[in-house]
């Protein structure tokens, strides 16, 4: 009997650690430039951990292609037509389609 009692702790104990420690995602980002000119074209990556999905926005100033954009890819470019403060944010989650838990960074990008 307590050789099976002995077995449900450590049974159970073995579920906490592994299902209770999952840590959630953090989001990071890295640009190829934070100040660029006009026609450049700027490399977005992920560096985010734990995390399987990503949802980018750009808001830029009025009138500018991005601000009615969005990209879902870890990894991506965009050319910039329009000068002016740009507001990057990356939102990174733990599972696919956006779901779970979730982290965001902000970052700004100027273009001349």
Known sequence: MEMLKNFYFIAILGLVTFTGCKKPPVACMELSGTSVSIGAT????SCSKKALSYEWFITSPAGAPENSKGWSDEYFTNTFTVSGTYTVTLTSYENFSFLGRSS?????????
């Open 104 to 112: 965001t960074v902000v970052q700004t990008l100027k273009v001349n």
């Open 42 to 45: 700027v490399e977005f990556t």
